[in-house]
């Protein structure tokens, strides 16, 4: 079986104020020796620092932690300068670094600067674009492009990265339409919740979405990493699971055993999480974990690597 790799957030996230290059460097030292595989920024406009800045940092002062977005906003920035930017990080890194890119989804972030917020469709269709542009300026050669979003001209993109042919790439959603195209373009695969559909949080939700993946994949499905994360709520260290349980099942719209059961929802023992987690890769292929508290989990972590 694929091996498990564990991702964690660096830096403080929103509302973060002040993020020193000292306090990344102890940070990041401090994931590497918990045994974290990867380090993570988002990508938001909201009161955080810019992720691919922090992951250059971060950088500079690591030697085998590996370095994704996760994920950035492709309507934010065209892929042309994207690709350099990330290029020069996968350069300056060694070639740690993964990609992870998603179509937006935060309305109130495209309204506070005028970005016109277009509907599911569009913006997915604009990500696709996106990649091909991506992957042309990571290529060895001159490339050519004309799509609906983006129309490229005998661009030859500069830095080529480390990793060929391109650092790995990570799409994923909740939605058919996404998945779809993480089974076709991506190396891994994001698993996540609709919001609003409960079911989509489920195990039955879940095993849909691989289907998704499955058929739009063909033969490069085994290949592919599937990853998935909290976004049921943070993870929760206890040996009254269901207890802990019942608050998070009435907000979700779940049964308890529903909530207990989502690879989208972490709560129990040490030993509990542990069996859940070598579950999740036994039913549904799934082995890249994001865990938001990385120490608490440790472990988790340490018995999963072992």
């Known amino acids: 079986m694929r091996p498990f790799r564990f991702l964690g957030p660096i830096g403080d996230g929103a509302g973060e104020r002040v993020v020193g290059a000292r306090a990344l460097a102890a940070e990041a030292r ?17 009161e ?26 492709v309507d934010l920035r065209h892929p042309a300068v994207l690709a350099q930017e990330l290029a020069s990080i996968d350069v300056i890194s060694g070639g740690r670094l993964e990609i992870g890119m998603g179509a937006g989804w935060n309305q109130p972030e495209y309204a506070a600067i005028g970005l016109p917020y277009d509907p599911v469709p569009v913006r997915v269709a604009r990500l696709a674009e996106a990649v ?4 042309g300026c990571f290529g060895p050669e001159p490339f050519s ?7 490229i001209t005998g661009h030859d993109g500069y830095p080529k990265p480390v990793q060929r042919p391109h650092p790995p790439l990570f799409l994923g959603g909740g939605g058919r339409r996404t998945l779809s195209l993480a089974g076709r ?22 095993a849909e979405k691989i289907g998704w993946v499955r058929e739009a994949a063909g033969d490069r499905f085994d290949a592919l990493e599937f990853n998935a994360y909290p976004s049921g709520g943070p993870v929760v260290i206890t040996d009254d699971a269901r207890g802990a349980a019942a ?10 055993d529903e909530v207990l059961d989502s690879p989208h929802v972490y709560i129990g023992s040490v030993a509990g999480l ?28 340490e018995r999963l690597k072992n």
């Not at 091909?132 to 992957?135: G, N, S």
């Not at 492009?145 to 129309?151: K, L, N, W």
């Not at 608050?247 to 308890?256: D, I, M, N, P, Y």
């Not at 579950?279 to 120490?295: A, K, N, P, V």
């Open 185 to 206: 373009e991506a190396d891994i695969v994001g698993l996540a919740p609709r919001p609003g559909d409960p079911r989509s949080y489920t195990a039955a939700g879940t």
């Open 48 to 73: 955080q620092h810019a992720p691919l800045p922090v992951l250059a940092a971060v950088a500079a002062v690591t030697e085998h932690v590996r370095l994704a977005t996760f994920v950035l906003n």
């Open 247 to 256: 608050e998070r099942a009435r907000q979700l719209g779940l049964s308890v």
């Open 145 to 151: 492009y004309r799509g609906e979003h983006f129309t």
């Open 274 to 301: 542990t069996e859940k987690i070598l579950g999740l890769r036994e039913r549904f292929g799934i082995t890249s974990i994001m865990l938001d508290d990385y120490e608490a989990a440790a472990p988790i972590i």
């Open 132 to 135: 091909r542009v991506l992957k």
């Open 30 to 46: 401090k994931a590497e020796s918990i045994g974290l595989d990867v380090l993570i920024r988002s990508d938001h406009l909201l």
